[in-house]
């Protein structure tokens, strides 16, 4: 596998990861019908959404660094 497309996956899982901590946390909201999810605009979500996704990131569940997975959760926080 290349490398670009190897670090295409794990960008993928990434967001993947994070965006299901967001709708844990109530940061989004998913439609199931529309199969999307959107912001619930609420900073104390936001905040919960933010720390949990460092907890997993420090437990080794989601991999990236610091930088990479600040602007996933502000990109995916943002939607």
Do not use: C
């Given at each position: 596998?290349?490398?670009?497309?190897?670090?295409?996956?794990?960008?993928?899982?990434?967001?993947?990861?994070?965006?299901?901590?967001?709708?844990?946390?109530?940061?989004?909201?998913?439609?199931e019908?529309?199969?999307?999810?959107?912001?619930?605009?609420?900073?104390?979500?936001?905040?919960?959404?933010?720390?949990?996704?460092?907890?997993?990131?420090?437990?080794?569940?989601?991999?990236?660094?610091?930088?990479?997975?600040?602007?996933?959760v502000?990109?995916?926080l943002?939607?």
């Open positions: 596998m290349g490398i670009a497309k190897r670090m295409f996956e794990e960008h993928q899982d990434r967001l993947a990861a994070i965006e299901s901590i967001a709708i844990e946390q109530k940061a989004l909201v998913y439609n019908e529309r199969d999307e999810a959107t912001s619930n605009a609420d900073p104390d979500a936001d905040r919960d959404a933010y720390a949990s996704v460092f907890r997993a990131w420090a437990d080794g569940k989601i991999d990236g660094t610091a930088d990479e997975i600040f602007e996933a502000k990109a995916i943002e939607q």
